[in-house]
């Protein structure tokens, strides 16, 4: 285990792929591992849908729905996704830093931040497109809310601790490249005078994830117990095993 550096967050694999994968695999994250399974199958009922209407893409699909059945499309919408390129980074860096975000929180309090970010990022988008958008028709969708609330909790705990490991050094440095992607998108928009460019769902997971962080920094369990482990041995061991407006949809 090491200290969160700029060296280290620069070398987050220094104690190899394979340890790191091991660490990964040994957290308790039954929170995150659902919601990852939930949007795989609500992706795959959007493909089967894709298929049997012959319909051009996954993405045509979505927008009807939200046209012909909106009453269905709304509640599912942090599960919904555009596109393969849309769903599978989303599904990827939910599991690799949900599930880290959730080993430092209770199963509670990591599902209610990851339930507001979802719910507050497409309430964020919805508004932000009626507002700035150019369409009549706004169809917001996809889970990176929670993505960016685990980032923005990442970025702002995880420096806390005197020790972490390496999947935590690098969901450090994956929330490090979220605050810096929100804020040149936000620097672009005001440049340009382009507000309808920012993805203001991803602001919003940023701040619930970090607001959640602020909650818990002084109760967290699993910081007292590693950093005195740490102490008493003296040295780090070894560790043992989006807004994107197009045809009126905003995906993020």
């Known amino acids: 285990m090491r200290r969160v550096s700029v060296t280290n967050l620069l070398r987050p694999f220094e104690n190899g792929v394979r340890s790191a994968l091991a660490q990964h695999r040994s957290l308790s994250a039954p929170v995150t591992d659902f919601l990852a399974v939930a949007v795989c199958a609500v992706y795959a009922a959007q493909a089967f849908g894709t298929a049997l209407w012959d319909a051009p893409s996954v993405f045509v699909t979505t927008n009807y729905v939200y046209l012909q059945a909106p009453w269905l499309a709304w509640p599912l919408s942090p599960l919904l996704h555009g596109g393969l390129e849309h769903v599978v980074p989303n599904v990827v ?115 619930v994830g970090a607001g959640t962080a602020f909650t818990v920094d002084s109760d967290c369990a699993d910081h007292g117990s590693r950093d005195s482990d740490h102490r008493s041995d003296g040295h780090a061991g070894a560790p043992v095993a989006d807004i994107s407006p197009t045809e009126g949809a905003d995906e993020e």
């Open 93 to 207: 860096t939910l599991f690799a830093f949900g599930r880290i975000a959730e080993s430092h929180l209770s199963t509670r309090r990591y599902a209610a931040m990851a339930a507001i970010a979802a719910v507050g990022s497409i309430a964020a988008l919805a508004w932000w497109g009626t507002v700035f958008g150019a369409d009549t028709h706004v169809a917001v969708y996809g889970i990176s809310g929670v993505v960016f609330a685990a980032a923005g909790f990442a970025v702002v705990h995880l420096p806390d601790h005197e020790r972490v490991t390496d999947p935590e050094l690098l969901a450090v440095l994956f929330g490090v490249c979220a605050v810096g992607l929100v804020g040149v998108q936000s620097l672009g928009a005001l440049v340009l005078l382009s507000p309808a460019t920012v993805n203001v769902g991803h602001a919003v997971g940023l701040l």
